[in-house]
C-alpha cells in the first residue's frame, strides 16, 4: 500500500511539481492550500506523513505543526523559503521532525522523507525495534533486562514506570514526544487516565537525578517532551 502525504502549500506551481513528483515515487498526495484546510484533512484521515509550508495565508505552518502536535506524533517536514536559523528552532521547537529550505532538490526532500518515515515506523508500537539491554549514558548505566539503573556507581531506585519512561527518553534521543504518545508507549494503548500523568513522571524523574543526570528531559511547551542524551552516543542511539 502506498504512503499517504498531506502537502500543505499555497503556492500552485511548487504544490503542482511537487504532487506530480510526489506521485511518480509512489506516494498517494493530498493537498491543502491553507491551515484551515490542512487542519480539516488531516482529522478527517491522519496521513502518514506531511509537508508543510510555513508561509500559509491566515495561520502560520509553525502553528498548524503545534496544533496536530497535540494529537498526533505524525512525521512532518517544514517547507519554507526563508534561510534561517530562528525558523529552523521554531520549527523544530513546535515539534517538527524535519526543515528543509526552497528551493531544494527533490532527491533531497526524498531521501529525507524516507529518513523520518523509517523513524516513525521503528517507533511505532509492534515494531520490533531492537532497544539494548545495555545502555549507558556518560555515568548512567542502564540495564534493562535487569530493570537496574545506576549513576556513577550508585543505585538509583526508580519505580517501574519511571523505568519504562526513562528507557524509552534515552533509546529516543533527541525526539519530541507529545503525552498522549507517551501514554502509548510506555503506558500502552489500554491505559485510562489523565495525560498530565506523564506531567508528573517527569517531575519525580528531574527530582531523583536533580543536578547529576548525563541527560535532561527538555519540556517542549504546547507539545510534550524531548530527552538529550549529554554522551558521544546520541547520533548512534
Known sequence: MSRQVLLVED??????????????????????RTAEEALRSFRSTPPDIMLLDVMLPGMSGFEVCRIIRQESVVPIIMLTAKDQELDKVLGLGVGADDYITKPFGLQELFARMTAVLRRADKERPGSGEQVPELDQVGGLVMDRAARTVSLDGEEVKLTAREFDLLSFFLAHPGRVHTRRHLLQQVWKYNYVGDAKTVDVHVRWLRRKFAGRAPFEIVTVRGVGYRADRHDNLQASA
Not at 11 to 32: C, K, M, Q
Open 11 to 32: 503556492e500552485p506551481n511548487i504544490r503542482d511539481t511537487l504532487r506530480f513528483n510526489l506521485s511518480r515515487e509512489g506516494y498517494t498526495v493530498r493537498e491543502a
